[in-house]
């Protein structure tokens, strides 16, 4: 059991908790991420780690509230233990000098995302930093991100927050504009990281994604998270889950995220049913949770 | 106590047929296939054996059950000194009385055998093992002295459970990991429920842990520590992760969504119980026709999980003939009888689906013919130009077999810790120890996939290849700082 000991909504639909998982917090590494599995019925499923502190033998993860298991989560409160936490799993993130590094995030990737700048920066990078939300009520941890990066840029998908952009649409523009960069670490939605790298790719800029894709046991036993990388097929879990964005299949990567939403919006619905009073302050839109299925 | 029978008699009589749930009821239930003996029947079945000396079926054990003595107990109705005799040397009798292969082992060597009609020493060993769980008998142990010494066992499978039960009992003490949050390894997470129920896995294990042995489970040795980190903390190490990474055909069409590897595929059903979802929230795709390729016990495994699950028709696709597959003759008959189609001398070159949906519409597979043996001594298959066809599928399931799990190895490799060409540890066969002092291994990571037997005959002679180690006052943690 992995005791929760910090619990707070971040912005609509994202939750950031703190658990007690000792031999994760030891081992932890940027770009790494645990399975989680929230009861005896669980499934268990990746979550990127957002933070960990040694000392005190806890992990942090921020995540968006999306299907049953994700639900769950979100309704635990502080005290409430988690049934199973196994990790740190993948790959950790390769910190080198690469000179002039770009760091975009959003949504559950803006934690790893300070880890990673924060290593970066330690290694003599110059951090160049975009975080992304839909609209500016949906920002978060903008300080953390801002303090530990050279240049530090918001955008937002709607026109809240000045101009209406996002990520790829700024690194468009910034590559364009002729400024110098050496590498492009993205990590946030499926979407988004396949946007960031389309954008990146005419400039040549290597673009590393992180794909924690659907996952049973995380450590190459299954094959449920394969992906196709170049004309590989790749294991997420072992392989990952760090890859290079410029040669990830997207379509094939997406239409596989997408293979359980039937049997996800049937587990969600019955489980919603009785449980809806446990997430009123994740403050669901349930219009807009039905869009974000239906594009998975 | 029943009588003992001339021996005349004894030859005469046949085996004892274990009852089974009708073919076409189970093919649509998750409950245990065969029922198991009664009390008459285990008796009947018990009496015809001959109590040879030295027993020949002993010879084929690699558990080394001391069989003649647990079958004379149940002549004589002792049913719990029969379950204490089988506990001398095996500690997970249900598991293997129903997952051995005992027609190449015990069975093989019965000297009955000749006549054909060999002492069903699995289902007796079955029997036992339930009566005993059944009727809440448990070992009785005498004090173990301790020896002050301890041992990491990495992996909860049948080659660790054994292995830390053995040392156990020699006064070690023993900590598992494991990476799942259940243990029993394969035989949760790939044995379907209706072969073996899970309920009994978790019973012996729980055995296991009241022998004293620490269960560490959610712990990905080589992840959440490295193997030279966990090296500095025990006297000794077992390592026995199992061969856990699924193969691929490697053909066109596999990424789509409704192709799945048998691990997934089991994984999803047995481990995570998908065939209750919703009740149980993990998912499982099941398609009306399903195909899945090889001919090993995995595969029927799957093709007839795929049944249970609503598939209407479940084809098992396989290159060589029906002589050369790999799977026990009895799930075999057991999967055709519950109306597994076997294609056999077919070899698949293409999933053919919708790439924007995953969907898959049917398998292109070419004919075989057998030539000439190749080095595994099978006729080895040979395409046969022009004879493409296309099998109607909306699901592939790949079994064609497993890999090494490179995790463990790639840690280990900083204390010396050698693999072969395949990604298997090399190790000595008399101790099962590696090229490590120390460090030992069993199970599918030292021989490749193979059976549940093996290795917990692996697990029983690393815990003897431990205690000679540790006896002559070695240490592993001690060896790291020389």
Same mark, same amino acid.
Request: contains cysteine; glycine residues 8%; proline residues 5%.
């Given at each position: 059991?992995?005791?929760?000991?910090?619990?707070?909504?971040?912005?609509?639909?994202?939750?950031?908790?703190?658990?007690?998982?000792?031999?994760?917090?030891?081992?932890?590494?940027?770009?790494?991420?645990?399975?989680?599995?929230?009861?005896?019925?669980?499934?268990?499923?990746?979550?990127?780690?957002?933070?960990?502190?040694?000392?005190?033998?806890?992990?942090?993860?921020?995540?968006?509230?999306?299907?049953?298991?994700?639900?769950?989560?979100?309704?635990?409160?502080?005290?409430?233990?988690?049934?199973?936490?196994?990790?740190?799993?993948?790959?950790?993130?390769?910190?080198?000098?690469?000179?002039?590094?770009?760091?975009?995030?959003?949504?559950?990737?803006?934690?790893?995302?300070?880890?990673?700048?924060?290593?970066?920066?330690?290694?003599?990078?110059?951090?160049?930093?975009?975080?992304?939300?839909?609209?500016?009520?949906?920002?978060?941890?903008?300080?953390?991100?801002?303090?530990?990066?050279?240049?530090?840029?918001?955008?937002?998908?709607?026109?809240?927050?000045?101009?209406?952009?996002?990520?790829?649409?700024?690194?468009?523009?910034?590559?364009?504009?002729?400024?110098?960069?050496?590498?492009?670490?993205?990590?946030?939605?499926?979407?988004?990281?396949?946007?960031?790298?389309?954008?990146?790719?005419?400039?040549?800029?290597?673009?590393?994604?992180?794909?924690?894709?659907?996952?049973?046991?995380?450590?190459?036993?299954?094959?449920?998270?394969?992906?196709?990388?170049?004309?590989?097929?790749?294991?997420?879990?072992?392989?990952?889950?760090?890859?290079?964005?410029?040669?990830?299949?997207?379509?094939?990567?997406?239409?596989?995220?997408?293979?359980?939403?039937?049997?996800?919006?049937?587990?969600?619905?019955?489980?919603?049913?009785?449980?809806?009073?446990?997430?009123?302050?994740?403050?669901?839109?349930?219009?807009?949770?039905?869009?974000?299925?239906?594009?998975? | 106590?029943?009588?003992?029978?001339?021996?005349?008699?004894?030859?005469?009589?046949?085996?004892?047929?274990?009852?089974?749930?009708?073919?076409?009821?189970?093919?649509?239930?998750?409950?245990?296939?065969?029922?198991?003996?009664?009390?008459?029947?285990?008796?009947?079945?018990?009496?015809?054996?001959?109590?040879?000396?030295?027993?020949?079926?002993?010879?084929?054990?690699?558990?080394?059950?001391?069989?003649?003595?647990?079958?004379?107990?149940?002549?004589?109705?002792?049913?719990?000194?029969?379950?204490?005799?089988?506990?001398?040397?095996?500690?997970?009798?249900?598991?293997?009385?129903?997952?051995?292969?005992?027609?190449?082992?015990?069975?093989?060597?019965?000297?009955? *055998?000749?006549?054909?009609?060999?002492?069903?020493?699995?289902?007796?060993?079955?029997?036992?093992?339930?009566?005993?769980?059944?009727?809440?008998?448990?070992?009785?142990?005498?004090?173990?002295?301790?020896?002050?010494?301890?041992?990491?066992?990495?992996?909860?499978?049948?080659?660790?459970?054994?292995?830390?039960?053995?040392?156990?009992?020699?006064?070690?003490?023993?900590?598992?990991?494991?990476?799942?949050?259940?243990?029993?390894?394969?035989?949760?997470?790939?044995?379907?429920?209706?072969?073996?129920?899970?309920?009994?896995?978790?019973?012996?294990?729980?055995?296991?842990?009241?022998?004293?042995?620490?269960?560490?489970?959610?712990?990905?040795?080589?992840?959440?520590?490295?193997?030279?980190?966990?090296?500095?903390?025990? *006297?000794?190490?077992?390592?026995?992760?199992?061969?856990?990474?699924?193969?691929?055909?490697?053909?066109?069409?596999?990424?789509?969504?409704?192709?799945?590897?048998?691990?997934?595929?089991?994984?999803?059903?047995?481990?995570?119980?998908?065939?209750?979802?919703?009740?149980?929230?993990?998912?499982?795709?099941?398609?009306?026709?399903?195909?899945?390729?090889?001919?090993?016990?995995?595969?029927?495994?799957?093709?007839?999980?795929?049944?249970?699950?609503?598939?209407?028709?479940?084809?098992?696709?396989?290159?060589?003939?029906?002589?050369?597959?790999?799977?026990?003759?009895?799930?075999?008959?057991?999967?055709?009888?519950?109306?597994?189609?076997?294609?056999?001398?077919?070899?698949?070159?293409?999933?053919?689906?919708?790439?924007?949906?995953?969907?898959?519409?049917?398998?292109?597979?070419?004919?075989?013919?057998?030539?000439?043996?190749?080095?595994?001594?099978?006729?080895?298959?040979?395409?046969?130009?022009?004879?493409?066809?296309?099998?109607?599928?909306?699901?592939?399931?790949?079994?064609?077999?497993?890999?090494?799990?490179?995790?463990?190895?790639?840690?280990?490799?900083?204390?010396?810790?050698?693999?072969?060409?395949?990604?298997?540890?090399?190790?000595?066969?008399?101790?099962?120890?590696?090229?490590?002092?120390?460090?030992?291994?069993?199970?599918?990571?030292?021989?490749?996939?193979?059976?549940?037997?093996?290795?917990?005959?692996?697990?029983?002679?690393?815990?003897?290849?431990?205690?000679?180690?540790?006896?002559?006052?070695?240490?592993?943690?001690?060896?790291?700082?020389?």
């Amino acid at each position: 059991m992995y005791k929760i000991v910090e619990r707070e909504v971040l912005v609509p639909n994202i939750v950031h908790i703190k658990v007690e998982a000792p031999y994760v917090a030891q081992a932890a590494q940027p770009g790494q991420f645990v399975i989680l599995r929230v009861d005896e019925q669980g499934e268990r499923f990746p979550m990127s780690l957002a933070d960990w502190d040694r000392e005190k033998g806890t992990i942090n993860i921020a995540f968006f509230v999306l299907g049953t298991s994700t639900m769950k989560l979100a309704a635990l409160k502080e005290g409430d233990s988690i049934l199973d936490c196994v990790g740190p799993l993948g790959n950790p993130t390769e910190i080198e000098n690469y000179g002039n590094v770009l760091l975009a995030c959003g949504c559950f990737g803006i934690g790893p995302t300070i880890k990673l700048a924060e290593a970066l920066k330690e290694k003599g990078n110059k951090i160049i930093s975009v975080m992304e939300a839909r609209s500016k009520a949906y920002l978060f941890w903008q300080d953390r991100l801002r303090d530990v990066s050279d240049e530090f840029h918001v955008v937002v998908g709607d026109s809240s927050y000045g101009k209406k952009e996002w990520t790829n649409d700024f690194i468009q523009e910034y590559l364009r504009a002729g400024n110098k960069v050496d590498i492009i670490f993205a990590h946030g939605c499926p979407f988004m990281m396949m946007e960031c790298s389309k954008a990146s790719k005419p400039f040549g800029v290597k673009t590393i994604v992180s794909l924690t894709t659907i996952m049973v046991d995380g450590t190459g036993m299954c094959g449920s998270c394969r992906i196709t990388v170049g004309e590989e097929t790749k294991f997420a879990c072992v392989d990952g889950p760090e890859f290079d964005g410029h040669e990830v299949d997207w379509d094939n990567l997406i239409m596989r995220q997408r293979r359980y939403i039937p049997q996800e919006y049937r587990s969600f619905s019955l489980w919603e049913r009785d449980n809806w009073h446990k997430i009123m302050d994740v403050a669901l839109y349930e219009k807009e949770k039905l869009l974000m299925m239906q594009q998975g | 106590m029943a009588e003992m029978i001339p021996i005349k008699e004894r030859m005469q009589r046949d085996q004892v047929q274990m009852p089974e749930q009708d073919p076409q009821i189970r093919g649509h239930n998750f409950n245990e296939v065969p029922t198991g003996y009664t009390k008459e029947m285990a008796i009947y079945e018990a009496q015809r054996c001959l109590q040879c000396t030295p027993p020949k079926c002993v010879e084929g054990c690699p558990a080394e059950v001391r069989i003649t003595e647990f079958i004379q107990k149940i002549v004589e109705e002792d049913f719990a000194g029969s379950y204490f005799e089988i506990l001398k040397t095996n500690n997970l009798p249900a598991v293997c009385g129903r997952v051995c292969p005992q027609e190449t082992q015990c069975c093989e060597t019965c000297v009955l *055998n000749k006549k054909g009609k060999p002492i069903a020493i699995g289902r007796l060993e079955r029997f036992v093992s339930d009566w005993a769980r059944e009727n809440g008998v448990h070992e009785k142990l005498p004090e173990i002295k301790k020896k002050g010494k301890t041992v990491a066992v990495i992996g909860a499978g049948p080659a660790g459970l054994v292995c830390a039960a053995d040392l156990q009992k020699m006064g070690y003490d023993v900590t598992i990991f494991e990476a799942f949050h259940a243990s029993g390894g394969v035989l949760v997470y790939g044995i379907p429920e209706f072969r073996l129920p899970k309920e009994i896995v978790r019973y012996e294990a729980g055995e296991i842990e009241k022998l004293g042995v620490k269960f560490e489970t959610d712990f990905v040795a080589g992840k959440t520590k490295s193997i030279p980190d966990m090296a500095k903390e025990f *006297n000794a190490m077992f390592i026995a992760i199992g061969a856990g990474a699924p193969r691929f055909m490697e053909i066109p069409g596999e990424n789509l969504a409704m192709v799945y590897s048998a691990n997934e595929f089991l994984t999803r059903s047995n481990l995570m119980k998908a065939y209750r979802f919703p009740e149980y929230d993990t998912p499982i795709k099941i398609g009306r026709k399903v195909c899945t390729i090889g001919a090993g016990n995995v595969s029927m495994d799957s093709a007839r999980t795929a049944l249970r699950l609503g598939a209407e028709v479940s084809h098992i696709v396989y290159r060589r003939s029906r002589k050369e597959a790999p799977a026990r003759i009895e799930e075999i008959a057991h999967a055709e009888e519950e109306g597994v189609v076997l294609n056999f001398l077919t070899l698949p070159i293409k999933v053919l689906g919708d790439y924007e949906t995953g969907e898959v519409t049917g398998m292109e597979c070419i004919k075989m013919e057998l030539g000439e043996p190749d080095e595994s001594g099978r006729r080895r298959p040979i395409p046969v130009e022009g004879t493409n066809f296309i099998i109607e599928a909306d699901m592939v399931i790949d079994s064609i077999g497993t890999l090494a799990n490179p995790i463990v190895p790639r840690s280990a490799a900083a204390l010396g810790v050698e693999i072969n060409k395949w990604g298997y540890f090399v190790f000595d066969e008399e101790t099962m120890q590696t090229t490590r002092e120390g460090i030992f291994c069993g199970g599918d990571i030292a021989r490749g996939a193979a059976t549940v037997i093996l290795a917990v005959g692996d697990g029983k002679k690393a815990a003897r290849g431990i205690d000679k180690y540790l006896s002559s006052g070695n240490s592993l943690k001690e060896s790291l700082n020389k």
